[in-house]
């Protein structure tokens, strides 16, 4: 297979999921850090690597490696792999994403974003998605006539932080996730409450409906629940890896234990709680957005620019927010007719959002 963020947090997981049904992994693609890179070329033994930048060439210890984003589209195309793990944060994962799906190849598809910004222009005929909650959804669904679906949240970093003090939280805190690892954009994300709004445009997109809401399950063990029209409501349950959505996108049949199930008794309590608009600002547009998903693409850019301006010391936390709901607000009437469209409106929105 092919593996793309394979030193991020589900790329590092992926690569646990593969020693475990011992797959081949035939590409790598890497950003930054070249030493757990290097780390994997020789424990994998890659035919062939791609990083994002020129000036680490030399440091990798391969002898096929390239950089930037064309050359992760060639590796996508040259290979022979049937399968592409897509595991890039951001719009930078949308090209591999397209081009995974135009080489006829399997996708397992982490980067949430590719479907919040073209979901409807994204072939799900050989996608799975690498996501806990929609894992979850595709896990409960059986035949049965399904009325309303419902992912949960953690409610993130600051769910237990007094409201005045969320003005002046720091980097390090905003990225202290209450039960998951995961890189630093997602901890963000979760931490305003946008992953939740990501994850229901991933949800409309992917089981085409809108009856889709979140609610707060602060220790997320449950994922997702269906709640069915004869009246009854079906949860999915598992502890917080990601190795079990990785394992379900990458194998057809799971007949070895890949995670410690969950001890309710020691559990013994589990709570929920509605997601208050007070504390996440964002949470006000989930009805327009599920109403109108094409504003995918105005959020995500948005958020994109305001994430890295928080995490490059420029803005407070909750100006990210206030980032989002501005540009929402002044790009709510765009149209999109094909995938150039989207390109352009997301260049529009960083150039809007960055000045
Ligand atoms: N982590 C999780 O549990 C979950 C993640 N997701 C989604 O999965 C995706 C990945 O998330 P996560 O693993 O947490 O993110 P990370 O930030 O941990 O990893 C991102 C990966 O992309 C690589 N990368 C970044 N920029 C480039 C570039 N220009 N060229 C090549 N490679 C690049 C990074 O390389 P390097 O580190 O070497 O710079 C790293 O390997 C996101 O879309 C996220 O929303 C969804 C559900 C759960
Ligand atoms: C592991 C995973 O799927 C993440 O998307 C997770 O859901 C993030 O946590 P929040 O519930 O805090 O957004
Ligand atoms: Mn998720």
Not at 281 to 309: C, F, M, Q, T, Y
Request: contains cysteine; proline residues 2%.
């Amino acid at each position: 297979m092919i593996i793309l963020g394979s030193t991020g947090s589900i790329g590092v997981n992926t690569l646990e999921v593969a020693k475990k049904f011992d797959l081949n992994v035939e590409v790598l693609v890497a950003g930054k850090n070249i030493e757990l890179l290097n780390k994997q070329i020789k424990e994998f033994n890659p035919k062939k690597v791609v990083i994002s930048s020129k000036e680490d060439l030399e440091l990798v210890d391969h002898k096929n490696v390239s950089c930037g984003e064309d050359a992760i589209l060639e590796a996508i195309e040259n290979s022979s792999s049937d399968t592409v793990v897509n595991a890039l944060v951001g719009f930078l994962g949308l090209k591999p994403t397209l081009k995974a799906i135009k080489c006829g190849k399997k996708l397992a598809l982490a980067n949430k974003e590719s479907l919040v910004v073209a979901g409807r222009f994204i072939d799900q005929t050989n996608l799975r998605a690498i996501d806990s909650e929609h894992f979850g959804l595709w896990y409960l669904l059986q035949d049965k006539v399904v009325d309303s679906m419902v992912i949960t949240a953690s409610g993130g970093s600051f769910r237990d932080y007094p409201l005045e003090d969320l003005k002046n939280v720091s980097i390090k805190e905003a990225l202290n996730h209450p039960n998951w690892k995961m890189g630093n954009k997602i901890t963000i994300d979760s931490a305003t409450m946008t992953n939740k709004i990501f994850e229901i445009i991933e949800a409309a997109w992917l089981f085409n409906t809108r009856k889709l809401d979140a609610i707060i399950e602060p220790k997320s063990l449950i994922h997702a629940l269906i709640n069915f029209k004869d009246g009854s409501t079906t949860a999915h349950i598992a502890n917080t890896s990601m190795q079990l959505p990785i394992s379900y996108a990458l194998m057809n049949k799971i007949d070895k234990n890949i995670l410690e199930p969950v001890d309710l008794l020691e559990i013994s309590k589990l709570e929920f709680k509605k997601i208050e608009s007070s504390r996440y600002p964002i949470w006000d547009i989930k009805n327009e957005i599920l109403n109108n998903l094409d504003l995918g693409v105005v959020l995500n850019a948005a958020n994109e620019v305001a994430v890295s301006k928080f995490l490059n010391r420029e803005i407070g936390f909750l100006d990210i927010s206030k980032i989002s709901l501005n540009a929402i607000n002044k790009f709510n009437s765009i149209k999109i007719n094909n995938l150039d469209d989207i390109f352009a409106i997301d260049k529009e929105v960083r150039s809007y959002c960055a000045s």
